[in-house]
């Protein structure tokens, strides 16, 4: 990267000058120019060769490879193994070096963009590339933002500037920045800006996108710096005509660069498994090795010295030992092909298939928001097919994230109630009707309330009203756009404040404006401006926000809103208790609704209390270490002792489908926790809206305990409830029957965490299924060391669990805890920034494209537009997806053990040293002409059921839970038919041809003849068998899969062929034996013959399995064959009408 040089010492502060080159050089500063390609054309061959090597089996290849150019131990010509090297080897380089010209052409791309740059006394045009720490720069309308920048002043009032970061976060409302007072006043004096000298000292480079700590250091004073005054590359500018920016981290230390690293490289169970399989199979090879050798050695000392008057040893091997240790070594050689060179890059090819698939289905594409679904990795696409548990977040992602202001209380009152025109209670929506808020001009036409009992309240100029829409109107962050027509516009961070804003302006109190320390609020048609004091950020740990105004009167209030847990802590308590009282009952009574809720309270400060307060308050803001904490303690000493105001209730409707999803994931055996940062009340009722908790449920348990010794008494408690059930229910295990888990193993309960694919059901599960719900303190005790464990036995042996007021870290942790113990592949889902934690923690991460940004999408594997397509995702792709891999692996090790130890039982005819069966070009093309496309064609489109019955019965998604299709029994299943279809294909075609002439009377039982027959024979056998593992024939499986048998005759054709043979004598030797071989009908009948005798066990052994030991698919599809008889027998005839009385037609 240019400009880069090494630090003897890591950065722990960054201290610079403005328009000091000389000051500012001395840290050898990294200049702007970035890089993400990896290659240059120099060196792309070196270092790209350099990490295929890291591969084992690369290495192995390459080995081979140079002792096949020692003739004394190989009778394999080098070029066997030197094709499908250079192949390999070559798609993969050749794939590599398309990705890095893009990122080369990107990277050109960007460090050519220009942009103006102050210097002496004058703006010129500067190349990003050029641009160096300390340098100042000018921005423009619609520009990119070229570095990290400290914003020194701008075109609009009170220097602020406008940014959209859709490209550094995904979110696309604007934000707000403002320049600090003391450099805004330098304007638009580019003179000024040449002679501005002023001293920044921050935080050194680092990924956080949304903090920044350091000082400004000019004319004698220290001012704090924050991210309120911080442009970041990859952000815009919007509606401010220009500003200017002091470079302060620039190229790969800006917080986008630092946020670009490496994405952790997930792999799959299956390719786990294949890692040690290779090792296995490189343990199977030298054992043959070595049992050649020793045959050798003992066929040399017995049989060799018969044959010392015409095949005397060679001077470099004149003894039986010597002999075996060459053919240790030449036998490793000629089976080499046990190990497959092209496994791995047919995996990524079949993964990049599939991940197509997901790209285009348009089944997954969401036309509201024009949202496709993207595969961002390739590498756990069967995976998808194997999940267990899902962990998902509820706002935006179960629910629309859409906020509709719905019912508040005030001063122990409750509004929002539904009333019709004649005042009169109502129980839907449609029954009820709107208020009028026509004498609002500022009213909003989607604003619906249907209580006039509080527009009425409001006009009579309640005090508590007041003081309750007075607050919402001015604790905030949003943002106005004003609209071409005049009209306002709120841009807000969270759709929770707009809604709340929105429901402030709408009853008469709107927000109009806001500068650098002030706020203007309309309050029923008269204009009030705000001084502001301080802000008091919100964040996850905090859970609440405040901010300190002065009033025109010149009292200064302090206005909090946040979560009821932490607003009831710091309440006065000569708090009116029967407010308190009542505003809980609502707040209980609105999150049993689904609504999402939030708490407002304030307090009247004096003006010396807030003079030592702000004392503290401005000392710790211009901290440089850990500032951020020592604000959270300020903040603390001026939250407290606060009034109650009243709650407010948000509704979030669900999106389409979450309820029907969740109840066919269930189906699938896919257990689902929901991890949200919502009330109990809430999550708990959301919990029954989606189907996860369902009055079918023998049982809900709440943890709720205050301490680590109730918590764990609660758990205690709880499986105690399940092991008393289960007793109960044992002996009547015959007496019910449950056809959804009659496949499942019944297992009794233990004291121990069930490490198990499939954890243990009740004997009648339907009718014993538990939930658990747990919050975020109990949550905390809950995983801790000593209770972790015993909590998964609870929740493990729950069907839904429910995470409430939890942390983003909390939900990493649990993740975590599940992905650690248990045997199970983990999914997480969620929308916002707080989900990303817990996206990368689990096996496999999806993001969905919500309201709050894409910073989820761009942390995840899969992304998509709603939540209801993660039933196609997993039941159709996932399942498909880890049917086909299971299927090519088993396929790819049978016929590469099928063809190979043919040279093995060829070995007991020429004393065991290590001669080719086979002609050496046959050798070369086998893997990747003759077999390689019919297998990969089957592994990318392959269906063993269409997609609507993968949808109808998601039962057929638990084989990959318990990985019955691709296990050690069905590797050992494919790897014994490969060595028994070796065992055939030789001995019969030796058989046949030992003493066998042909038609004119000649003996065909040459090697020649034998080694055409033996590769014809195999290639027919191989292939009929993945025509039998075909079940959904296209066009394209006939032609590749019949293709690969055609194809054998032209090539050995050309390989046997004169002109061949003239050009290069020694690497064509078989000419004419094409011909010799195929014009003899003995040969025919022992191709047919060995194809009989290889493929009738297979299809009798399949049908006996298929009547007395059926797969998990089939006995779901037969039972529901049974199911749809005894419906449509048990139906009431409908004479000729369909069920609405409508006639019946027959489409012909």
């Given at each position: 990267?240019?400009?880069?040089?090494?630090?003897?010492?890591?950065?722990?502060?960054?201290?610079?000058?403005?328009?000091?080159?000389?000051?500012?050089?001395?840290?050898?500063?990294?200049?702007?120019?970035?890089?993400?390609?990896?290659?240059?054309?120099?060196?792309?061959?070196?270092?790209?060769?350099?990490?295929?090597?890291?591969?084992?089996?690369?290495?192995?290849?390459?080995?081979?490879?140079?002792?096949?150019?020692?003739?004394?131990?190989?009778?394999?010509?080098?070029i066997t193994t030197l094709i499908p090297i250079i192949i390999v080897l070559g798609i993969t380089a050749i794939k590599d070096a398309v990705d890095d010209v893009h990122r080369h052409r990107s990277d050109k791309a960007v460090n050519n963009r220009k942009t103006l740059k102050v210097k002496s006394d004058s703006l010129v045009t500067e190349r990003w590339m050029n641009l160096r720490v300390g340098d100042v720069v000018k921005l423009s309308n619609n520009e990119h933002i070229p570095a990290d920048l400290l914003l020194l002043s701008s075109s609009e009032e009170q220097n602020v500037v406008y940014i959209e970061t859709a490209d550094l976060d995904g979110e696309t409302n604007l934000k707000v920045r403002q320049a600090l007072p003391v450099t805004g006043e330098i304007g638009?004096?580019?003179?000024?800006?040449?002679?501005?000298?002023?001293?920044?000292?921050?935080?050194?480079?680092?990924?956080?996108?949304?903090?920044?700590?350091?000082?400004?250091?000019?004319?004698?004073?220290?001012?704090?710096?924050?991210?309120?005054?911080i442009l970041l590359r990859g952000c815009n500018l919007r509606n401010t005509t220009w500003c200017y920016g002091l470079v302060i981290f620039a190229g790969s230390d800006t917080k986008l660069m630092q946020n670009s690293g490496r994405r952790i490289l997930k792999r799959t169970r299956i390719e786990r498994f294949m890692n040690k399989l290779v090792w296995g199979i490189f343990l199977v090879l030298f054992l043959f090795s070595t049992l050649a050798a020793i045959l050798n050695s003992v066929w040399e000392s017995t049989q060799g010295n018969k044959f010392q008057m015409?095949?005397?040893?060679?001077?470099?091997?004149?003894?039986?030992?010597?002999?075996?240790?060459?053919?240790?070594?030449?036998?490793?050689i000629i089976l080499n092909t046990l190990v497959p060179i092209s496994l791995y890059v047919s995996m990524e090819f079949i993964r990049l298939g599939q991940s197509f698939y997901i790209n285009w289905d348009r089944k997954l594409y969401y036309s509201k928001k024009n949202l496709p679904a993207v595969a961002r990795t390739t590498t756990l696409n069967e995976e998808l097919g194997q999940v267990g548990y899902i962990f998902s977040d509820k706002t935006g992602t179960l629910t629309q994230n859409?906020?509709?202001?719905?019912?508040?209380?005030?001063?122990?009152?409750?509004?929002?109630?539904l009333y019709n025109r004649h005042r009169e209670r109502v129980r839907f929506e449609e029954e009820a009707t709107p208020v009028d808020l026509s004498n609002n001009e500022y009213a909003e036409r989607s604003f619906k309330f249907y209580d006039q009992r509080l527009v009425d309240e409001v006009s009579r100029g309640d005090h508590k009203c007041h003081q309750f829409m007075r607050l919402l109107a001015l604790c905030h962050t949003v943002v106005i756009e004003q609209t071409s027509d005049g009209s306002l516009t709120y841009r807000a961070q969270s759709p929770d404040e707009a809604a709340l804003v929105s429901a402030a302006r709408n009853f008469g109190y709107v927000f109009k404006s806001r500068t650098f320390d002030t706020i203007t609020v309309i309050e029923h048609g008269k204009s009030v401006t705000y001084t502001i004091l301080a802000v008091l950020e919100f964040n996850n740990t905090r859970k609440r926000m405040s901010v300190i105004v002065k009033d025109q009167s010149g009292k200064i209030l302090l206005l909090c809103k946040g979560a009821d847990s932490v607003i009831y802590e710091r309440l006065n308590q000569k708090n009116d208790l029967k407010v308190k009282l009542k505003?809980?009952?609502?707040?209980?009574?609105?999150?049993?609704?689904?609504l999402r809720t939030l708490c407002l309270a304030m307090k009247e400060i004096s003006k010396d209390e807030f003079d030592v307060w702000n004392e503290m308050f401005q000392k710790e803001r211009t901290a440089l270490e850990d500032r951020e904490d020592k604000l959270d303690a300020v903040y603390e000493e001026i939250e407290r002792d606060m009034v109650l105001l009243g709650a407010t209730a948000i509704e979030d409707k669900l999106q389409d489908g979450v309820p029907e999803t969740i109840a066919k994931l269930s189906d699938a055996n896919i257990k689902i926790w929901v991890l949200t940062g919502d009330k109990q009340e809430t999550a708990i009722n959301i919990g029954y809206s989606c189907n996860m908790l369902t009055n079918h449920m023998k049982k809900v348990f709440i943890i709720s305990g205050y301490s680590p010794e109730e918590v764990e008494q609660e758990i205690d408690k709880a499986l105690s409830e399940i092991d008393e059930d289960w007793k109960s229910s044992w002996g009547n295990v015959n007496t019910a029957f449950d056809l959804d888990d009659s496949q499942l193993p019944i297992v009794p309960p233990s004291n121990k965490v069930e490490s198990e694919v499939t954890p243990p059901r009740s004997p009648n599960n339907r009718q014993r299924k538990y939930g658990l719900v747990i919050t975020g303190q109990p949550l905390a005790y809950a995983l801790s060391k000593d209770l972790q464990l015993h909590f998964l036995e609870l929740a493990s042996r729950c069907e839904a669990v429910i995470c409430c007021r939890v942390t983003p870290l909390q939900k990493a942790k649990v993740v975590e805890l599940v992905k650690t113990n248990k045997k199970e592949i983990t999914l997480a889902i969620g929308d916002g920034a707080n989900?990303?934690?817990m996206i990368k923690a689990a096996h496999i991460g999806v993001g969905i494209s919500g309201e709050e940004g894409t910073q989820a999408v761009l942390s995840s594997d899969f992304s998509f537009g709603q939540f209801r397509f993660l039933e196609r995702l997993l039941l159709v792709h996932g399942r498909w997806s880890y049917m086909r891999m299971a299927k090519f692996l088993g396929y790819f090790f049978y016929k590469n053990f099928a063809f190979t130890l043919v040279h093995f039982w060829f070995g007991c005819f020429c004393g065991f040293t290590a001669q080719s069966a086979y002609d050496d070009w046959f050798v070369a093309v086998y893997n990747t002409i003759y077999t390689a496309t019919p297998v990969l064609v089957l592994a990318i489109i392959e269906q063993d059921v269409d997609e609507e019955t993968c949808l109808r019965l998601p039962k057929l998604y638990t084989p990959g839970q318990r990985n019955e299709l691709f296990n050690k029994r069905i590797l050992s299943t494919s790897l014994m038919r490969g060595v028994l279809t070796s065992v055939v294909v030789f001995f019969v075609t030796y058989g046949a041809l030992a003493d066998t002439s042909g038609i004119h009377g000649r003996d065909v039982s040459d090697l020649q003849t034998m080694a055409t027959t033996l590769g014809t024979c195999i290639i027919f056998v191989v292939t009929f068998q993945i025509a039998l593992d075909t079940t959904f024939w296209t066009g394209l499986n006939h032609f590749f899969t019949w293709g690969s048998i055609a194809v054998i005759f032209p090539f050995t054709f050309a390989f046997c062929s004169d002109g061949l043979f003239n050009f290069l004598p020694t690497a064509f030797p078989f000419v004419g034996a094409a011909t010799n071989t195929y014009s003899n009908p003995t040969i025919w009948f022992t191709i047919l013959l060995t194809l009989g005798i290889c493929l009738m066990p297979v299809i009798a052994i399949r049908f006996i399995c298929s009547i007395f030991y059926p797969s998990t698919m089939k006995t779901v599809l037969r039972q529901q064959e049974q199911i749809d008889k005894l419906i449509s027998m048990t139906s009431p005839p409908t004479n000729g009408f369909t069920s609405d009385g409508q006639e019946k037609t027959t489409s012909l």
């Open positions: 990267m240019g400009g880069i040089c090494t630090k003897a010492v890591k950065e722990e502060q960054r201290d610079l000058i403005a328009n000091n080159f000389d000051y500012n050089s001395q840290f050898n500063y990294t200049e702007n120019e970035i890089k993400t390609s990896h290659y240059t054309a120099y060196n792309f061959i070196f270092i790209n060769l350099f990490e295929q090597f890291h591969r084992v089996v690369n290495i192995y290849f390459v080995a081979l490879l140079l002792l096949q150019f020692i003739p004394h131990i190989s009778s394999l010509n080098p638009d004096d580019v003179k000024l800006f040449t002679s501005f000298n002023g001293k920044v000292v921050c935080e050194a480079p680092n990924n956080v996108l949304h903090k920044f700590t350091g000082n400004l250091e000019w004319k004698g004073k220290t001012i704090a710096i924050d991210n309120e005054k015409y095949l005397p040893w060679d001077s470099f091997s004149p003894n039986p030992q010597m002999s075996g240790f060459l053919m240790f070594w030449s036998n490793l859409v906020m509709k202001f719905d019912k508040c209380s005030i001063n122990g009152k409750r509004y929002g109630d505003t809980t009952k609502h707040l209980n009574s609105f999150a049993r609704s689904g989900d990303v934690s």
